[in-house]
């Protein structure tokens, strides 16, 4: 386990939803249950195209009467044009937040105590003058916190962190098995199944009707999936995300993240689950370029 570390993230941006309709204007796009979120509980969640598709992955967390959404900074004014085409004639608001806010990683072994919080996925406390909880997808992941930017770096070094590095984070997630936005779903392409999204906690089965979820109860209920995203050791030179994944001649699926350090490279890739019983079978190795590959279920997933 690594030492508790922090880091500061322009990877991630801020949109704002209030109103007083906000809790129902979401509830009816997204694919988690947004009535859930409180001052107490923070959730993960996605946008889906009408067919199905991955758009957007978000958290979500209640600040002072209205719900912060932490989104991919780079497609945050994506997500707000998409969420404002829906806003029709609810009472909502869409926009950054009032206040000048950074979102931040802290991650290591006992993480959630220094933040005075239970290794439970979502758990929330309000922290000097925004929130902090545990990731939602995964307690593992560490903990989660919306600052203002200013105090950020203050208010998590007086808890006993030191900065870390963006790779050390995202070592520990590739490793997980853990994909982050549109780096391995492909936007309009990806289906949550395939991509643990729903044994992640970004799917609530028992709630109402949300855009795209036809396709995503008909994949679960018939157990459609044939492809898996799921970590992936690698030996020999690193593929780029992109790359196919190959079982002998044939391809069985694609590279998505590569992460390097310590001397050995880790991934996430969509593979066929049959070829990976076939590889473990035969004795076969799955490739990508001039890299081996050697295919990790995770402990959360649910296949």
Known sequence: MTTPRYIITTARGLLCVGGEDRVGFLQGLLSNDVARVTAERSLYATLLTPQGKFLHD??????????LIDCESARLADLQKRLSMYRLRAKVTIGAPESVLAVALAF???IAARFGLPEEPGVTRRL???VAFVDPRLPRLGVRAILPTEE????????GLTPGTHEAYDMMRVRAGVPDGSRDMPVD???LLENGIDALNGVDWRKGCYMGQELTARTH??????RRLMPVSVEGPAPQPGTDVHLGDKPVGTMRSVVSGDGAASGLA??????VDQAKESGAVLTAGDAILTP????WANY
């Not at 990790?296 to 402990?299: A, G, I, S, V």
């Open 189 to 191: 392409g990806a289906i």
């Open 152 to 159: 950020a770096a203050s208010t998590l070094d007086d808890l």
């Open 58 to 67: 978000l958290f979500i967390a209640e600040s002072d009467g209205s719900l």
């Open 108 to 110: 290591g072994e006992g």
């Open 296 to 299: 990790c279920k995770p402990d």
């Open 221 to 226: 209920y018939r157990g459609l999936i044939k």
């Open 128 to 130: 000097g003058g925004g």
């Open 270 to 275: 969509l593979i066929r689950l049959d070829a």
